[in-house]
């Protein structure tokens, strides 16, 4: 079959005639092929050719007018930018092809070498490079049947396509995921047998299949599969723990791994915000060590929210996650994801609703989304009611912020105005007084307003500060340490009525 009708692409010609010219074999494969076939974008070619890869990607890079040519030497390949597509160069190979590996590639190999080590048959297509049967399909097992019956299957036997790179046994899960493909008997069995051949790969590679993963169309397609396989149980434990309902006195709970799953898809049908799937994943991880059985009131899981936004960066971690403001983001949506549902409740007071901007700030959005996808009910009816109250919790949102601005809240009165008003250097009751302030503009005792907060700095200001001066007395008269003093003004401070 040929495809010299869809290579398009200048780069497809002049890969060509340089390997032509230098008596080499060229040839487009992997990805590229797949995808092109697929109908889906590409943002880069794998060329594979014959013998040395680098000098042929500087001559195709000369006569391109190409950018720079990156050269890793011990890996034997090169790779320049041609527009927006990144073009890179490999001699064909008799081992394993590993991107990730740090092993030099030292065998050269044919293109039948190369194929036999990659990882899937629909991955292991190339097309003919060289003038001489331009666009031919180079496709020895038949992977375009596979790509047209939707089916993931290794080149040589299984086990020895994993064993080569274990990673790829994530990867099988992650396009089965991503296409929609089905992953064929004999490799889910071999997946089952090998899952723990994982444990040698790195966890930023297994994050990277996991994150394609999550960015799937449905997400919950992938999860199975890895928990079916026991590929979850490697790096995931806590989800994991999440499968399964206990039962006592006829009283079961849900299954939160299903439930969870239930949410990523919810959220994924709305955002494509890795962090928000990320959160939606997590949302009730701290179910299992929170679960609790009461003969009155059945199951109960009180306080997975906070639990469960302290398990995110050790997870985090474990993983090798960005430790810095998306951990913090999937934290906070965690920490929060009953709040919505907790004001829908009760009256839903401004109070209670400029708490909860403050605290979710630009995030409030991404909490209401994961709040919707959170309603797994089978019943149609309490669906309904619990949109609707949801619609009522945004509207009010909106309104409040309109009003007192929140959302983004910025102290109207900083700890240096506090120090300037009265004359005294860095100390607790500083930090004391801004948050009285705070606690005033949340529950609308004050507008968030600059001189209504001076004012109420000025009216509560020297009270905490008398306090404080008469606390520091007593520990200096012994009646208790450092800590205790701490620990009194702190209670003080709790019952403090502006
Ligand atoms: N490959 C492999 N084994 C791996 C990784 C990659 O055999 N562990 C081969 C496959 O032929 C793959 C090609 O290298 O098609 C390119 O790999 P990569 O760019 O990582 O993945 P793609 O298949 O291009 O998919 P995507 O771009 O979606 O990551």
Known sequence: MNFAG?????????????????????????????????????????IVVEGSGIELAKAVAKVLGAGKVSVFKNFGTAMFCHGDMEVEFVGARKESYERGSRKPIVEDGSIEDDQNRRDFTINAMAFRLNSDGFGDLVDPFDGLTDLEEKTLRTPLDPDVTFSDDPLRMMRAVRFASQLGFHVEKKSL???????????????????????????????SVGFKLMFNTTLLHRFFPEMVDLKGVERKNGIGHKDNFYHTLEVVDNVSETSDHLWLRWAALLHDIAKPPTKRFHPDHG???????????????????????????????????????????ALTKEEVTDSAVRRLLFEAGDDVDDLMTLARADITSKNEAKVERYLKNYDVVVRKLVEVEEKDRVRNFEPPISGEDIMAAFSIPPCRPIGAIKNIIKDAIMDGVIPN????ARALMMRCGPKVLAEWKSIQFRLSEGEFNEKGARE????????FEV
């Open 449 to 452: 307003q600059p001189d209504d």
């Open 299 to 341: 199951w109960t899981f009180h306080g997975h929210e906070d639990r469960g936004a302290r398990m995110v960066p050790k997870i985090f971690k474990r993983l090798k996650l960005p430790m810095d403001h998306q951990m913090r983001y999937v934290q906070k949506l965690v920490l929060l994801h009953l709040r919505p549902i």
């Open 488 to 495: 009194t003004f702190d209670t003080w401070l709790t019952q």
């Open 189 to 219: 069995d071999s997946i089952e047998r090998n899952a723990n051949r994982l444990d040698i790969i790195s966890a930023e590679r297994i994050h990277v299949e996991l994150n394609k993963i999550l960015l799937s169309e449905r997400p």
């Open 6 to 46: 869809q290579l398009t692409h200048p780069v497809f010609r002049a890969v060509g005639e340089e390997a032509d010219r230098k008596g080499q074999s060229a040839f487009a494969i992997g990805g590229f092929v797949r995808d092109m076939l697929l109908g889906r974008p590409s943002k880069d070619i794998d």
